[in-house]
């Protein structure tokens, strides 16, 4: 959320944190395929621990984010996923 809602602060550690992240959701629902049935729930929660730490790290106030989660599984998955306009970054990543 960081990402979407405060583009001007995006950092590489920023772009490496969400890459990691990604890659570390995407094993754990391979070694563990019992939790695709529970992945809506966990994103709902993920969502809302996230949001907590975005306020916290950003200091933007609680009405900055959607009061539910505005996306889908899939995007959060998805290594192209990005939210809010491409960045620099993302494009240099990929080159």
């Known amino acids: 959320m960081k990402w979407e809602y405060q583009p001007w602060e995006r950092s590489r550690s920023w772009l490496a944190t969400i890459r990691v992240q990604r890659r570390g959701a995407l094993l754990l629902l391979q070694e563990n395929p019992s ?5 809506p729930e966990a994103l709902l ?3 809302e621990n996230g949001k907590d730490l975005a306020m916290g790290e950003t200091d933007l106030p609680q009405q900055t984010f959607p009061l539910l989660c505005p996306y889908q599984l899939n ?7 990005y939210p809010g306009k491409i960045s620099k970054l993302v494009s240099q990543s990929e080159a």
Do not use: M, N, T
């Not at 939790?35 to 992945?39: D, G, H, N, Q």
């Not at 995007?75 to 996923?81: A, C, G, W």
């Open 45 to 47: 929660e993920a969502y």
């Open 35 to 39: 939790l695709k049935s529970v992945s």
């Open 75 to 81: 995007q959060v998955l998805d290594s192209r996923f």
